[in-house]
């Protein structure tokens, strides 16, 4: 009975061990041109506590790595450290997943599904961010919107499974307001109120062209 009991506790311990969550980090970033660029963004994440899988592809700009739940970042925080390597996010991506243990149920497979990216886009004002704002939040599969003046930034939380980039800009540029690769038409940002018309000939912000 004893034997039978400590084999138990083993078994408890094993998948208690395999059941560790975790959360997976996938990256897009801009700029690394050379195995020098790997290195460096290599450098600045190996060192995380409990950090494993991580690989950086040259080819693709892809970053992916895994940490346990408790020692996890913020999308926000890994942005920053992307950044603090001389490089630029184009978009974070974490999904929560348990080792050993299969994730069930709609709100974990939805959760996994869920990017956020920054996205350039001219604007002047608070009219400007509340109409850049209803726009991306009615794309279907879009879950938040929040657009910065003074640094030109939407940040956009969407379902990549439902929607794209390539849609989200394409609304944004419909209702008068340029990105990053898609143009207003002429007679949508004619009729933008008059505190709302931006410097269309401006330049990106700087680490964006």
Same mark, same amino acid.
Not at 51 to 57: A, E, G, P, V
């Given at each position: 009975m004893r034997y039978i009991l400590s084999i138990l506790v083993v078994l #408890?311990? !094993?998948f208690q061990g395999n059941s560790q969550e975790s959360v997976a980090y996938t990256a897009k970033i801009k700029g690394m041109s050379c195995n020098y660029c790997t290195n460096s963004v290599n450098k600045k994440f190996k060192n995380l506590p409990g950090?494993?899988? #991580?690989? !950086?592809?040259l080819e693709t700009g892809m970053l992916s790595f895994v940490?346990?739940?408790e020692k996890s970042f913020t999308i926000e925080e890994i942005e920053e450290k992307i950044k603090k390597t001389g490089y630029?996010?184009?978009w974070v991506k974490a999904s929560e997943a348990e080792i050993g243990v299969k994730a069930m149920g709609k709100n974990m497979e939805e959760n996994n599904e869920l990017m956020t990216v920054s996205?350039?886009?001219k604007g002047n004002c608070g009219m400007c961010?509340?109409?850049i704002e209803e726009a991306t939040t009615k794309v279907k599969g879009v879950k938040e919107a929040n657009w910065d003046s003074e640094t030109q930034q939407l940040k956009v939380v969407?379902?990549?499974k439902k929607t794209s980039l390539v849609a989200i800009e394409k609304k944004i540029a419909s209702v008068g307001h340029d990105t990053e690769h898609e143009e207003a038409p002429d007679s949508v940002y004619n009729n933008l109120?008059?505190?709302c018309k931006y410097d269309r000939e401006a330049t990106m912000p700087a680490g964006k062209e």
């Open positions: #408890l311990v !094993i950090i494993s899988q #991580l690989n !950086i592809d940490l346990p739940k630029t996010p184009v996205i350039f886009v961010k509340d109409r969407f379902n990549d109120h008059g505190c």
